[in-house]
């Protein structure tokens, strides 16, 4: 994107109804003393801007996170409209802090990002446009929040893993195995474990070394590399969407993502 042009963009994704996506492009976006009902996260890639309302204006840059708590009172001004350049994450509110088991974030915090951290958050963004599962979308819009800000569910986290985790994490893992094929929701693992989000994450990493949608990802190719062999005459398309992708395309570039050959090559033993 140019930059000078002004846009504003809004994404949401009706399947989760938790978030809603931001992108401002040289556009004072918000200059009158405001507030959001959700949680609000923002990426300041190009400029900077004095935010007010918080006491004292508080000066943020490209490179910098600031995460607004809903109610907080605020504005946006920045010092070279043609220049900013924002995204930003609106996080419902109830959702969040069940997710992480964190309490109430009652202050504005501004955090410089290191490069790194920046891509991963953009990738984030991208992941949430995409045409990917919701369980997947959710797994990566928790964790990612959770280690880029400074959450209390992310302070308080403990060292040590409760004895009876691999045996509880095994439980989860054989439902995802079970039902690889069909929907499968954090909500549906949460409840299985009796955990909040980020910690049945947290502990399925820690013990499968992957996360659930990865997981499920895995075993949906498995069961396609098996109808690849084994039903000849099946047409791809449909063993992509029986697999639970959308369609050939979005097949075609997971397939190749985990197995480095497309399902056409796969079949004929060949690329």
């Known amino acids: ?8 963009e809004y994404y949401r994704d009706e399947r989760l109804p938790i978030f809603e996506l931001k992108r401002c492009e040289a556009v004072a976006h918000a200059s009158r003393m405001h507030a959001h009902e959700e949680y609000s996260l923002g990426l300041i890639l190009n400029g900077a801007s004095a935010v007010g309302g918080v006491g004292r204006d508080r ?8 995460m607004i708590p809903p109610g907080q009172m605020h504005d946006c001004r920045p010092e ?17 802090e069940r997710a992480v088991g964190a ?11 290191n490069a790194v951290e920046i891509r991963h958050l953009l990738a984030l963004f991208d992941a949430l446009r995409g045409r990917i599962t919701a369980l997947e979308k ?22 040590s893993y409760k004895s009876g985790e691999a045996t ?8 995802i195995r079970e039902n690889c094929l069909e929907r499968i929701t954090l909500d549906d693992l949460a409840d299985l474990a009796n955990l909040n989000k980020y910690s049945l994450l947290r502990s399925y990493r820690h013990v499968h070394k992957t996360s659930p949608h990865m997981h499920q990802t895995i075993l949906r190719i498995n069961h396609a590399k098996r109808e690849l062999r ?11 969407i029986e697999a639970g992708f959308y369609d050939q395309s979005h097949f075609d570039k997971a397939f190749r993502l985990y197995t480095g050959i497309t399902p056409v090559g796969y079949r004929l033993g060949r690329q």
């Open 138 to 159: 959710e797994s990566r819009l928790i964790w990612t929040v959770c280690h880029l800000v400074d959450l209390p569910a992310r302070r308080e986290e403990a060292a």
């Open 230 to 240: 084994t039903a000849p005459d099946r047409s791809i398309a449909a063993i992509a």
């Open 59 to 66: 000066a943020v840059k490209a490179g910098d996170v600031i």
């Open 168 to 175: 509880l994490m095994k439980r989860v893992a054989d439902y």
């Open 1 to 8: 994107m140019e930059v000078g042009i002004p846009v504003i």
């Open 80 to 96: 070279a409209v043609r220049d900013w350049r924002l995204r930003m994450l609106f996080l419902n509110q109830s959702w969040l």
């Open 103 to 113: 309490r109430r974030i009652s202050s504005l915090c501004i955090k410089p990002l």
